[in-house]
């Protein structure tokens, strides 16, 4: 089983000149990082530095590849819910959309309730790897608490591997704190992969001083970096996408670098999340068949020539509503992540209007896509069994396969769908013509209703409480 | 065509060697440097602006044109007397504290400047402190303030605060814009125009000085 083909972009040659062409850029320009105690580091380990920017060479690379894991276990708080990344197609919520829309309330802010209901989605999904990160920014909570409330919520209302947020220092050591006094016990985080990060280069050629506090205190504590540039072809990279391929690849082995001066072995995941421009703005296009071309270059990269655990961005779309467009651009990008090898995706759970809105029906209407895509990720069985010689003989020229014994067997692992609809016409126009997006309304209304209470007992709870409003006062 | 066509010609194509070299030939032939703008120069820009707002000019296209448009203006803009500047059309624009982002900032003071504007720009992550400095030094009517960053966003509320509690939020409008910006949290932040574009913000800041 699993599928006999990649989707790929690039020869074997094309992955030596683009990793040549990477450290061309990194030795002759280098990369800015924005923040003293990453200089430090680079200057320690006898990286040229001038001013802010800093010069890598070939040999520092090659280190910094030879430390990093190619797979790696993520605990959850639940361990039945651990995961191992660099193998099979996980899911993780959406970062950064601002606003959730239903058809019953429309497009508006999140608030906290809405995240924590994200939370709960993530947390019901049997496609749902993990959990957390910011799939839509509460506007109803203060910033100086926001991230302390978004970690309780996740920690709430999920037990799968958490994924934290990109912060200042104090702030990160902080949700690092919290994992780990819900996982058990001091300590535990330095010997055991329980949390992750997203954190984005600040394209062309930086980092932001925020997003270096959080690899540096990720890494001190030994957990995962998911590192993505998040360029855009013509805007922020250059207009072709193997430029923009190269640049991406360039500012990721720059981050690579850092994190593995830091502390060694910290578990870095080969991120891509750039698309083309969308020329007629200036800005990010969500729905463009280029975006993922950009990232199959880059999965190569990752995959063959680095061999680290890769993830990307797919199930984008550019569409302000569920409709036509917003799900043939959401399969396009997903069924293209898949097949390029992405061993985890994100944006893949209900974005609407590139990333700016995360849709309540559209999460539910996704899970179904990703179910679609991982069995398509699965081929087929090509047995001795399946061929199914026998059987094919001894039905013959007449009769029916639906009452073989084989049938009754293993129809049951075919396929079927849990929101799209199937039946006969006048099923559906008796039942209401319903489009699609009422059913996923009424689904995910039903999954919040079932959602428990709290997952966490009430002593974790309490000191979970206790925590914030320590943070809270200081 | 004369030679004032030739010119709005020039920038509309985003010519900017042919550009300056006319209205170097011009202004060496006597021309009137406020004819060589308003007759020439600005003509360009105004026949890329509705092809842009029709979607028929893309971005980069607009930018070559501003940046045709510029070459010009750094010929004529030294000749210019006082009087001939009517009204000051200054802008004080940067991103807000936190921020690094600055390439839709960029385009922003791209388009005013052609649009005749006199920016100040104070580039990235800049301070509440430093608006206001620059607000009393220029004497501005109008301050743009961009973000990208949902965390960073929230520092066009501490800058709008800073500014009004030193006093000046009577003598200037205000004017906010940015991915994750919306005209709900414009308000909310109590800024005086919430721009989703860079066009957007050039005819909000014209709007604001009529």
Redesign the interface.
């Known amino acids: 089983m699993a599928l006999k083909s990649r989707l790929e972009v690039l020869t074997k040659d094309d992955l030596v000149r683009v990793h040549e062409a990477t450290l061309k850029i990194l030795r002759e320009t280098g990369v800015v990082f924005h923040n003293d105690e990453a200089i430090e580091v680079f200057k320690k380990h006898g990286a040229r530095v001038e001013n802010k920017t800093v010069f890598i060479t070939r040999e520092l690379v090659d280190q910094a590849l030879a430390t990093a894991p190619r797979t790696f276990r993520m605990r959850a708080r639940n361990d039945k819910y651990s995961v191992t990344v660099g193998e099979g197609f996980l899911i993780q919520p959406n970062v950064g959309p601002v606003y959730i829309q239903d058809i019953q309330k429309g497009r508006r802010e999140a608030t906290l309730e809405d995240y924590a209901n994200i939370q709960k989605l993530c947390q019901a999904s049997d496609v749902v790897d993990l959990v957390g990160t910011i799939p839509v920014d509460p506007s109803d909570v203060k910033s100086s608490d926001k991230y302390l409330l978004m970690m309780y919520e996740a920690l709430k209302n999920t037990e799968k591997p958490v994924i934290g947020f990109c912060a200042n220092t104090q702030q990160v050591r902080q949700q690092l704190d919290m994992v780990e006094m819900a996982l058990g016990k001091p300590g535990f985080l330095l010997e055991n992969h329980c949390t992750a990060v997203l954190v984005n280069s600040l394209s062309p050629l930086a980092y932001a001083p925020d997003t270096l506090e959080t690899m540096i205190e990720y890494a001190k504590r030994n957990q995962v970096i998911l590192l993505a540039p998040c360029i855009m072809a013509g805007v922020s990279g250059p207009i072709s996408l193997l430029g923009t391929a190269v640049l991406q690849n360039t500012e990721t082995i720059a981050g690579l670098v850092l994190v593995q001066l830091v502390n060694p072995g910290t578990p870095l995941v080969y991120a891509t999340a750039s698309t083309s421009g969308y020329m007629k703005e200036a800005t990010f296009a969500a729905g463009s068949p280029e975006a993922m071309l950009i990232n199959t270059a880059s999965l190569q990269m990752g995959l063959d020539y680095y061999h680290l655990p890769v993830r990307t961005m797919s199930g984008i779309t550019h569409s302000k509503t569920v409709d036509c467009q917003a799900g043939y651009e959401t399969m396009q990008s997903l069924l293209m992540g898949m097949m390029s090898g992405a061993q985890m995706s994100v944006q893949s759970l209900g974005v609407l209007d590139a990333i700016m809105t995360t849709s309540y029906e559209k999460f539910v209407i996704d899970e179904e896509l990703i179910r679609r895509v991982r069995r398509i990720s699965q081929g087929i069985d090509t047995s001795d069994e399946a061929i199914a010689v026998d059987v094919i003989q001894e039905i013959g020229h007449t009769g029916t396969y639906l009452s073989h014994i084989s049938t009754f067997e293993k129809f049951r692992s075919l396929w079927t769908p849990t929101v799209s609809d199937w039946g006969n016409y006048s099923d559906w126009k008796n039942a209401g013509s319903e489009d699609v997006v009422i059913k996923a309304n009424r689904k995910y209304q039903q999954i919040l209703q079932n959602a428990p209470e709290t997952l966490l007992d009430s002593e974790t709870d309490k000191a979970l409480l206790e925590f914030i409003e320590k943070a809270r006062a200081h | 065509m004369s030679d004032f066509d030739q010119l709005a010609d020039y920038v509309f194509k985003g010519n900017a060697a042919a550009v300056k070299e006319l209205t170097q030939k011009l202004v060496n032939a006597g021309g009137d440097p406020l004819e060589i703008i308003s007759k020439g120069l600005l003509i360009g820009m105004d026949i890329v602006t509705p092809k842009f707002k029709a979607?028929e000019m893309?971005?980069?296209e607009v930018m070559m044109a501003a940046r045709a448009l510029s070459e010009g203006m750094n010929i004529v803009k030294p000749l210019l007397t006082g009087e001939d500047i009517a009204v000051s059309k200054t802008i004080i624009i940067g991103t807000v504290a936190?921020d690094?982002?600055d390439?839709?900032k960029n385009?922003v003071v791209m388009i005013m400047e052609s649009g005749g504007f006199n920016v100040v720009d104070l580039g990235v992550d800049v301070s509440p402190e430093k608006f206001v400095a620059a607000i009393k030094e220029h004497n501005a009517k109008i301050v743009g303030l961009s973000a990208l960053l949902?965390?960073t966003m929230?520092n066009m509320k501490v800058t709008i605060d800073h500014i009004a509690k030193e006093g000046l939020r009577d003598q200037v409008k205000i004017l906010v814009g940015g991915?994750?910006v919306?005209q709900?949290?414009a308000d909310e932040v109590g800024a005086d125009g919430y721009c989703a574009?860079a066009m957007a913000a050039k005819e909000m800041a014209t709007a604001f000085l009529n």
């Open positions: 979607g893309y971005v980069p936190g690094l982002h390439i839709g385009l949902t965390t929230l991915a994750p919306s709900s949290f574009d």
